[in-house]
């Protein structure tokens, strides 16, 4: 006698594809976690402890952090400004905080001497290079040393700029947007621009 053969049931198929749609949702939590862990790491290990380094720096010694030769920047005299120096290019700051006994931050491209960290976004991956440098605030509008870091993934300046301000606004606040006053989603400099769309922006951070 031939056995009908039975064929799935809707619930069963339903069942199915719920516990298929659970798996899937559980990767990418998981996927965002990750990704989440990632950007901490680079927040906590490079751009804070740069901003870290150049206070306990000016703590210990009384002087600004790449501001005139004697303290790793440009100019033969001090003014209390950053000479906006390059930061993967020269060794010569970190060769002062190694002789002060101060760590200088790591980052994930060895040749840069800590001073650029390839940071990956959901969008784009990019060489991010950090400078010490007295930069001009166009919403502020007055000068201060600030860490100025070309490149970075727009998501993730999103990021940080939370972490650091409690608030995504690229206009105010400690971490910004550079310049200050660009332009975002809607047209308003209060607002950060579209990351699937600009994925990257240079950014400040004040020291």
């Known amino acids: 006698m031939q056995m009908k053969k039975r064929g799935f049931t ?8 719920i516990i298929i749609g659970l798996i899937i ?3 990418m939590k998981g ?3 990750i990704n989440s862990a990632d950007q901490k790491k680079v927040y906590n290990t490079w751009i804070k402890q740069w901003q870290a380094t150049f206070n306990a720096y000016q703590d210990k010694t009384g002087n600004i952090l790449g501001d005139g030769k004697a303290n ?8 209390g400004k950053c000479d906006n120096v390059r930061l993967d ?19 994930n491209i060895a040749k840069s001497n800590g001073g650029a960290y390839t940071i990956k976004g959901k969008y784009t991956s990019n060489y991010a ?4 440098y007295w930069l001009y605030s166009h919403t502020d509008r007055i000068y201060k040393n600030r860490l100025y870091i070309t ?4 998501d993730v300046a999103i990021a940080f700029d939370t972490m650091t301000d409690g608030q995504m606004n690229p206009s ?11 332009k975002g989603v809607g047209g308003k400099s209060t607002a950060w621009p579209d990351a699937s769309k600009t994925k990257t922006v240079n950014v400040s951070l004040e020291l």
């Open 25 to 27: 949702g559980g990767v």
């Open 129 to 132: 290079r950090a400078y010490l």
């Open 151 to 154: 490149g970075m993934p727009t």
């Open 10 to 17: 809707l619930i069963e198929l339903s069942v199915v594809l």
């Open 31 to 33: 996927k965002d976690l």
């Open 172 to 182: 105010a606040g400690a971490f910004r947007r550079y310049p200050d006053n660009a």
């Open 72 to 79: 790793g920047g440009r100019r033969a005299t001090t003014d």
């Open 89 to 107: 290019n020269s060794k010569k700051v970190q060769d002062i905080l190694k002789a002060m006994g101060l760590d200088v931050p790591t980052s």
